[in-house]
């Protein structure tokens, strides 16, 4: 049975949060409210958390972590227990994340996953969620976390956690990147081919295509360079514009990310700069994005 053949024993819900470590999470946290508009959440046991829609955080930035997470919601108790022993039986390193962790985490329950990459990603119970409007710290046309991009070493090893454990679907290829479905949108998970671990970019949907081009000067007057864009990925319809943030990391506005039904099957687009980007836009600084390497 190959992974894209598998059928979903655990289904993940969503793409809850993304955890940046960070060594001057103040300078972080002035760019992630001033630059990329996301609404700060005063919280005395984490004080850099950020919202980005109806969830009490997606954003943390954390200094006592020494690499990044994403957090992807599991459907109930069942199904994090039958996750747990999918894992170890396949021999994926995973832990029960403690009480403090969770906490931290704002969720009741977690599992801390390291991919064969070495990614971590936790698989979480009931994260938070926010009885208070969100409220944008500047119009930058915000309407939530949308995707991830994240770099991976052993793309087959990989591909058995999020299919085969994880039920994610896979959607297309370019080369070897691979984009993998968790909900109703064409991706929430990409993984790019890389010598390294780490996060590629972490994407914030944004509510119109005026949105990521107001964005796009937005940034340019403030002098943050812009990695790539702005795109559209023919594989998905999303339009994107990718820029430079605080310790490396890169941040996204992306619009259009297209839905996909039941009876789409994977496709594969050809290793070149047109399959991640059919407006001829060069990305600078990240092999990752600038061409996809075959097989």
């Known amino acids: 049975m190959t992974a894209e053949q598998s059928s979903s024993r655990i289904p993940a819900i969503q793409l809850c949060y993304v955890r940046l470590a960070v060594a001057q999470p103040q300078v972080a946290a002035t760019f992630a409210t001033e630059i990329l508009g996301l609404q700060h959440v005063p919280n005395e046991l984490e004080p850099f958390l950020f919202r980005s829609d109806e969830r009490y955080h997606t954003l943390c930035l954390a200094a006592r972590t020494d690499r990044p997470s994403i957090g992807i919601e599991i459907s109930g108790e069942p199904e994090l227990e039958r996750a747990a022993n999918d894992l170890a039986i396949s021999g994926f390193l995973a832990r029960e994340a403690t009480v403090e962790e969770c906490a931290q985490r704002f969720v009741r329950r977690a599992l801390i ?9 936790d698989l979480v119970l009931r994260p938070a969620m926010s009885g208070r409007r969100y409220f944008p710290s500047r119009d930058a046309g915000i309407s939530g976390l949308q995707s991830v991009g994240l770099r991976s ?18 959607t297309d290829r370019v080369g070897d990147v691979t984009y993998l479905a968790i909900d109703q949108k ?25 949105a990521v081009m107001q964005n796009k000067y937005f940034v340019q007057e403030r002098q943050i360079k812009i990695v ?31 839905d996909i039904d ?34």
């Not at 070493?153 to 896979?170: C, E, M, N, P, Y």
């Open 113 to 121: 996953v390291e991919d064969a990459t070495g990614n971590t990603i």
């Open 153 to 170: 070493r052993a793309i087959k090893d990989d591909l058995k956690l999020w299919t085969a454990i994880l039920g994610a679907r896979v």
């Open 228 to 258: 790539h864009g702005p795109g559209r990925e023919p594989a998905s319809g999303q339009i994107f514009l990718r820029f430079a943030g605080p310790e490396g990391y890169v941040f996204s506005y992306g619009y259009g990310l297209k």
């Open 262 to 295: 039941a009876g789409h099957r994977p496709r594969q687009f050809t290793a070149e700069a047109s399959s991640l980007c059919e407006w001829g836009s060069e990305c600078v600084d990240m092999a990752e994005l600038q061409f996809a390497p075959a097989s």
């Open 186 to 210: 064409h991706h929430r998970v990409a993984l790019y081919p890389s010598d390294k671990a780490g996060l590629v970019y972490v994407c914030y949907g944004v509510e119109s295509m005026d």
